[in-house]
Antibody, heavy 120, light 106 residues
Framework: EVQLVESGGGSVQPGGSLRLSCAAS????????MTWVRQAPGKGLEWVSV????????DYVDSVKGRFTISRDNSKNTLYLQMNSLRAEDTAIYYC?????????????WGQGTLVTVSS | DIQMTQSPSSLSASVGDRVTITCRAS??????VNWYQQKPGKAPNLLIY???SLQSGVPSRFSGSGSGTDFTLTISNLQPEDFATYYC????????FGQGTKLHIK
């Protein structure tokens, strides 16, 4: 059974940092692209970042470029999102998700989400 | 950046109805559109990928169509469990979600 479990969320002041983790199981982790998607309270979904199975290629939404870094440790079956210089508008539930075949074909398994609150 | 304009933002329908949700891309994206359903407090659920392919386990009353810039999600014979929020997503260049369509019970 595929499982994705996020952790690392919490409350942080503007300008602070957090590192989110997503522990994966039930599939060959290194074979799939992984993504982070966030959802601000009461708002829609916003794609944040994606990484290929090997970790060799990444992409980001413009609003987080230079502040967030996606990475993965295929030996630990874990996806990460390092978030620096956090802003109030980064407040959201952050979901990790697994690509279906490649990232071009959507994301078929999602974690339960972890809440990040940026506030003074 | 590719923008996805989804409409309507809200839709009321009855059990047994057929409804259509549309997404328009700001530029041609071939068939790289996926559709998700999200229920309150839950993660999204992939329904359709590559514009028209039904994800495994998803009921056949869900269907998708389109290519280029215009895409539709159709739900036939609405069931009570279908009342939720629906999102399109383009995956041609990076990824972008539409604004969402909340499907209400009439």
């Amino acid at each position: 059974e595929v499982q994705l479990v996020e952790s690392g969320g919490g409350s942080v002041q503007p300008g602070g940092s957090l590192r989110l983790s997503c522990a994966a199981s039930g599939f060959t982790f290194s074979s799939y692209a992984m993504t982070w998607v966030r959802q601000a309270p009461g708002k829609g979904l916003e794609w944040v970042s994606v990484i290929t199975g090997s970790g060799g290629s990444t992409d980001y939404v413009d609003s987080v470029k230079g502040r967030f870094t996606i990475s993965r440790d295929n030996s630990k079956n874990t996806l990460y999102l390092q978030m620096n210089s956090l802003r109030a508008e980064d407040t959201a539930i952050y979901y990790c998700a697994k690509s279906l075949l490649s990232a071009r074909y959507g994301f078929d398994y999602w974690g339960q989400g972890t809440l990040v609150t940026v506030s003074s | 950046d590719i923008q996805m304009t989804q409409s309507p933002s809200s839709l009321s329908a009855s059990v047994g109805d057929r409804v259509t949700i549309t997404c328009r891309a700001s530029q041609s994206i071939s068939s790289y559109v996926n559709w998700y359903q999200q229920k309150p407090g839950k993660a999204p659920n992939l329904l359709i990928y590559a514009a028209s392919s039904l994800q495994s386990g998803v009921p056949s009353r869900f269907s998708g169509s389109g290519s280029g810039t215009d895409f539709t999600l159709t739900i036939s014979n609405l069931q009570p469990e279908d009342f939720a929020t629906y999102y399109c997503q383009q995956s041609h260049t990076a990824h972008t979600f539409g604004q969402g369509t909340k499907l209400h019970i009439k």
